[in-house]
C-alpha cells in the first residue's frame, strides 16, 4: 500500500470519465426516444438532468460502498479507504461524493491540492475522511 500519486489519480479519472459518458448515453437513451429521436435540451428538462445527477451519484457511490473502487480505480491499482481502512460506509461516500463537487469547483483546486498536502490528500479526501490508496500489482 502506497499514497497515491497525481498521475495515477488523474489517470483513474479519465477511464471513469469515459465509462460515465457511456452511462449516460444509455441512461439518456429513453429521454431521446420518448421525443422522438430528438435531442433533450439540457437547460429545459429538469427530470431529465436530475436523471443524469442520480446516474452520476450512483455511479460513484455504488462502486465506492460495493467494492470500494470505480473500474477506473480498479484498472490503475486505486483501493477507496474510510478511516479503518475498510470500504467507506455509505454516509461517507455520501459526503466524498458532495464533497468532490466542491473540490471542482474552483477550477479543480480540491483535486490538485493532492500535489502540496504533506499526506497527499485532496479537499474531499480531507472532509469525507477517506483516501485513495495504491496497490502495486505483486510480480509473479
Known amino acids: ?24 448515453m444509455l ?11 430528438e435531442a433533450v435540451p439540457p437547460l429545459s428538462d429538469l427530470f431529465f438532468r436530475l436523471t443524469l445527477a442520480f446516474a452520476i451519484y450512483i455511479f460513484f457511490v455504488g462502486f465506492w460502498t460495493r467494492a470500494g473502487r470505480t473500474l477506473g480505480m ?4 486505486l483501493q477507496l479507504q474510510g478511516r479503518d481502512d475498510n470500504k467507506p460506509t455509505l454516509a461517507a461516500a455520501n459526503v466524498r461524493f458532495f464533497a468532490a463537487l466542491l473540490s471542482w469547483t474552483p477550477a479543480g483546486l480540491g483535486f490538485l491540492w493532492q500535489l502540496w498536502d ?6 474531499h479526501d480531507r472532509i469525507s ?8 500489482k505483486e510480480k509473479k
Open 27 to 37: 441512461v439518456s437513451t429513453p429521454f431521446v426516444m420518448v421525443r422522438g429521436g
Open 129 to 136: 475522511g477517506t483516501r485513495i490508496v495504491y496497490y502495486p
Open 118 to 123: 504533506k499526506d497527499r490528500l485532496t479537499w
Open 74 to 77: 480498479q484498472s490503475w491499482g
Open 1 to 24: 500500500m502506497q499514497n497515491t500519486g497525481f498521475l495515477r489519480r488523474f489517470a483513474a479519472i479519465l477511464y471513469d470519465s469515459l465509462l460515465l459518458f457511456a452511462v449516460l
